[in-house]
């Protein structure tokens, strides 16, 4: 299998499609790199944050974060590079549920 160019995390985002599940090995023949290089990068820290992770009968299957789950049946409790995550929203609701139960028990 001849390699074309450097493998980066970037270029195994470039190649896959949202919403689609790819093994190590669908992912290895698109960009023609070996299969213990790919796994190798799917491995990193940088990856696990770019991309879900799913195992099934197959092995490990991978897509791009948040795409291949139907929505409301996952939270995403990754925190992005900009310091933000959805806990904030869920902490926010946490709170409004806390401020009614306790206008409701008497306690101000």
């Known amino acids: ?14 190649a896959m499609k949202p919403g689609i599940r790819y093994s190590a090995h669908d992912l290895s023949r698109r960009l023609k ?8 990068l799917l491995s990193l820290d940088v990856a696990l944050v770019r991309l879900d992770c799913h195992s099934e009968n197959r092995g490990r299957m991978y897509s791009l974060a ?3 789950r139907s929505p409301g049946t996952h939270v995403d ?4 590079p900009d310091f933000t995550s959805n806990l904030s929203g869920y902490m926010a609701e946490l709170n409004t549920r806390q401020a009614l139960a306790m ?3 008497g306690v101000r």
Not at 1 to 14: D, E, F, H
Not at 33 to 40: A, D, G, T
């Open 77 to 80: 409790t990754r925190i992005r």
């Open 1 to 14: 299998m001849k390699a074309k160019g450097k493998l980066t995390i970037n270029a195994i985002i470039a």
């Open 33 to 40: 790199h070996p299969v213990s290089s790919v796994r190798q």
């Open 66 to 68: 948040g795409t291949s």
């Open 103 to 105: 206008t409701t028990r």
